[in-house]
């Protein structure tokens, strides 16, 4: 069982919100979804032979069918103890379900507004709570006070521009955790006039897929590229991506480094490695956003390349998302086990282009190295 917080906002100040735990059971609260998206889910079952989180607990209420039949009951008053917070956050977002489903149902986007639904009236897991505190504390989803920019040498900090068509989004995993792919992945974008958010936050991923706003940090982040006056953003992260186009307006075009880094090859003067290498399809990334040829062009074009055994649009998840990997950290590790049965015999490394992706592989992983597709082509690049 978890335990449920629920904040109150404190009506004295009008502002300040204060956290409680509760381990007893939430009177109802009321969600609205729209049930036309409920509606739609006919209860055929396809969805139990794809869901991860299903594949490992096996329980009816954590999987595709059962989470939108615990929205639907939200929405006709169920109250929402902790076994309904666990249906719904279990869900890693992946997507596979409203690939498959045949009558046409989106079942990420109904947890997503369930969850956003209990949120707003301050039911929440305590993971969905630590977001929320962290990031409002910090700007970032590890509640990190260091410099966002620590891995930017000091001749690159004085040299940034001030002014650019391009900016690099770095995000949070890679300014944290994987500071060096940060630092080669500028290096190769600064090749090409890319500048830097001067005072990046988290995009408001990690928020927006466990239910709570991000636009205060949407705001800071656009504020920024504005006043750059970008008209591109890239990013190597999954997450980053698909929140950046989805969840920001249309203001500018969003690129992620795959895609970038495929149509500037015949620039970046790459020699053949002798390498045979997978390469694993985040699912906000790939199914999400359909981006399933640029990073293959550009594993091709320095080595080998073995598919895993579900891939593209058929790609098992890695288990880090939607909350799951901060929230469930032992299902989301028995969810990277099972993808790690999809890697060929024989690889080298496994390639992805989200650190989040490459962070849940890797803590599963004991064999086989997992690298960010920036690491790949670094390696391949020719010395001056
Ligand atoms: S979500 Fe789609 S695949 Fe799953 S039970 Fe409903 S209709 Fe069938
Ligand atoms: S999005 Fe993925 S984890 Fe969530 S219900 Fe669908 S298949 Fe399961």
């Given amino acids: 069982m978890i335990e ?12 300040e919100t204060k956290t409680e735990t509760k381990e007893t059971k939430v009177e109802t609260a009321e969600i609205s979804i729209d049930p036309r998206t409920i ?46 917070l666990d249906s719904l956050n279990t869900c890693t977002t992946c997507g596979i379900c409203a690939a498959k489903c045949p009558a046409g149902a989106n079942p990420p986007a109904i947890v997503q507004s369930a969850r956003m639904g209990l949120v707003s009236q301050g039911v929440m897991t305590e993971a969905q709570a630590g977001f929320r505190t962290r990031i409002a504390e910090s700007g970032n989803t590890f509640g990190e006070g260091g410099d966002r920019l620590g891995w930017l040498s000091d001749p690159d ?37 890319a500048t830097l958010l001067p005072e990046e936050v988290c995009c408001g991923s990690p928020l927006i897929r466990t239910g709570s706003d991000a636009g ?31 969840d920001y307006p249309p203001e500018f075009e969003v690129v992620s480094v795959p895609e970038f880094l495929a149509e500037h090859l015949a620039e970046l ?42 891939n593209r649009q058929d790609a098992r998840c890695c288990g880090g998302g939607g909350g799951v990997r901060a929230g469930y950290p032992d299902l989301s590790l028995e969810i990277a086990k099972l993808r790690l049965q999809d890697v060929p015999a024989g690889v080298d490394a496994i390639v992805s282009c989200c650190p989040l992706c490459i962070r849940n592989l890797s803590d599963a992983s004991s064999e086989v190295e997992v690298i960010d597709l920036v690491d790949l082509v670094e390696r391949a690049i020719v010395p001056p």
């Fill in 4 to 15: 449920m917080r629920r904040e109150v906002e404190d009506s004295r100040s009008g502002t």
């Fill in 39 to 84: 509606e739609l889910c006919v209860r055929c079952g396809t969805c139990r032979s794809v869901c991860p989180a299903f594949e490992v607990l096996g329980w009816e209420s954590k999987n595709t069918r059962g989470r939108v039949m615990v929205a639907k009951a939200l929405g006709e008053g169920l109250a929402p103890d902790a076994s309904v």
């Fill in 157 to 193: 900090r004085e040299g940034l521009k001030e002014s650019s068509d391009l900016v690099y989004f770095v995000g949070c995993l890679d300014s944290y955790r994987y500071p060096e792919v940060a630092k080669k992945t500028f290096d190769l974008l600064k090749r090409f006039g």
């Fill in 216 to 246: 205060k940090f949407v705001d800071r982040n656009l504020r920024q590229i504005k006043m750059i006056g970008a008209k591109t953003v890239i990013t190597g992260c999954a997450g980053c991506y698909s929140t950046l186009k989805k």
């Fill in 269 to 310: 003067d790459l020699r053949r490695l002798d390498l045979t290498v997978t390469y694993h399809d985040p699912c906000h990334l790939g199914r999400g956003s359909g981006i399933f040829d640029p990073p293959r062009e550009v594993i091709k074009a320095i080595c080998r390349l073995e598919e895993m055994r579900s």
